[in-house]
């Protein structure tokens, strides 16, 4: 387990907006209760669904480059069990130990900017003359 | 190790969605009752997070962080409100979007200036800096603190929203802006305010 080290760094409101996004949509957007919910179910599908990477086997060597890992290290109980964060303590506190288990799997995303740009239809359903201008003026 | 793994990544999991929900108590107010996009809302976490860091290198103390950080980001928000995302409420959600993602590049590079590319530490408390032991597990006494909070915050936004009368106005103005407006309630100071609370709620899990 991890330390517990607080670590604050740039670009970190960027994974968690993602995050907050799904949930907001999964609850209802405008309401608190369903925020509630969702938060707690897309928190917990997060985790356990970070922590189960291993059926695609691209994605573990990703994770343990990530990680600091070279080709060839021996991946132990604690690298999966805390997602890769607390794997080498001899380098110092390592950044993100809240959430780095997520981290691993969004390793994988395209880049951050195309993912927001993507949600404008997806989070703006009320603007149909933003969208259907948009399928209109490309057909 | 598998029973006691999935309490873990239970309480874990657990500890996610509280910090997510303190998030996203404030967006979906912001995207459901003011029909705003709000990009830079992650941007205004990390700010809070940073000041609480910032605090806390300065001062050696995490009480003190957080007593910082909270109205700090509020004051941020405010400030960020008034400059940039007060003159797109009336624009369509695109424009929202544009401006609210140029405010996550500009956060960005502001503590990449400020702080430097790298990580800031900070460490909890010496009382919450153990962990706590049951059924035979060990967990971090610091994340139970998280959901803690995390659900007590929930339990008073609850009691704000469904017990008193400004709840009731904000519960009316999801669903039925004009009306309430025609009842002479201010809709756009009532916004503002709790957009304000909105907008400083990211710094409390700093």
């Known amino acids: 387990m991890a330390g517990p080290i607080l670590a604050v760094q740039p670009g970190m409101g960027e994974p968690i907006l993602i995050l907050t996004l799904v949930v907001i949509v999964t609850g209802g957007i405008g309401s608190i209760r369903g925020a509630f919910y969702g938060a707690l179910i897309v928190g917990i599908v997060d985790t356990i669904g970070a922590r189960v990477p291993a059926d695609d086997p691209a994605r573990v060597p990703r994770a343990l480059a990530r990680a600091g890992c070279r080709p060839g290290d021996r991946v132990d109980a604690d690298l999966r069990a805390d997602g890769g964060g607390a794997r080498h303590s001899s380098a110092g506190p390592v950044p993100g130990s809240q959430h780095d288990a997520a981290r691993v799997t969004r390793e994988s995303w395209p880049p951050r900017s195309i993912v927001l740009l993507a949600l404008v239809p997806a989070i703006a359903p009320r603007s149909a003359s933003l969208t259907t201008s948009r399928c209109s003026r490309a057909s | ?158 009691v704000l929203i469904h017990r008193t009368r400004v709840g009731m106005l904000i519960r009316a103005g999801a669903t039925h802006p004009d009306v309430v407006a025609a009842l002479g309630v201010n809709v756009r100071r009532l916004n503002t305010s709790y957009s304000a609370s909105a907008r400083g709620s990211p710094g409390s899990p700093a």
């Not at chain 2, 962080?65 to 400059?83: D, F, K």
């Not at chain 2, 003159?87 to 929202?96: T, W």
């Open chain 2, 1 to 158: 190790v598998t029973t006691g793994l999935f309490f873990v990544q239970a309480l874990n999991g657990l500890q996610l969605g509280v910090l997510l929900f303190l998030l996203a108590a404030g967006l979906t107010l912001v995207f459901g009752i003011m029909n705003f996009v709000n990009l830079a809302h992650g941007s205004l976490y990390m700010m809070g997070a940073y000041f609480g860091a910032a605090t806390f290198n300065a001062t050696g103390s995490f009480v003190l962080a957080a007593i910082v950080a909270v109205p700090a980001t509020m004051l941020l928000g405010v400030v960020v409100e008034r400059v940039a995302l007060i003159r797109l409420y009336h624009r369509d959600h695109l424009d929202q979007v544009l401006a609210t993602f140029g405010l996550i590049l500009f956060f960005n590079e502001l503590v990449r200036i400020v702080w430097g590319p790298g990580a800031q530490f900070m460490s909890p408390p010496e009382a919450l800096s153990g962990s706590v032991e049951f059924a035979g597990l060990r967990y971090p006494a610091y994340r139970f603190a998280i959901i803690a909070v995390g659900l007590a915050v929930a339990a008073g936004l609850y």
